[in-house]
């Protein structure tokens, strides 16, 4: 590599770094704004399991057992 084409503040040097660590900190914002929002939305959804002792381990119609209805 030759002496003047050496730059600190290229895109391949400091100026890359800072720009990769301003996208992953903008993406983890952004997931994280969304995983809070459906955290929120959901945190009031309350369920029942109706008739518990006829459940089966291995059955296809487990999913009949649970209802789903909003908290008090």
């Known amino acids: 590599m030759e002496e003047s084409s050496r730059n600190v503040f290229a895109f391949d040097g400091l100026l890359g770094f800072v720009v990769a660590v301003v996208v992953l900190l903008g993406a983890l914002f952004v997931l994280m704004y969304y995983a809070i ?21 291995f059955d ?11 908290g008090v």
């Open 60 to 70: 296809k119609d487990n999913d009949k057992h649970i209802i789903d209805f909003k």
């Open 37 to 57: 929002g459906a955290q929120n939305n959901h945190a009031s959804d309350y369920y029942d399991i109706q008739d518990e002792k006829s459940i089966k381990m």
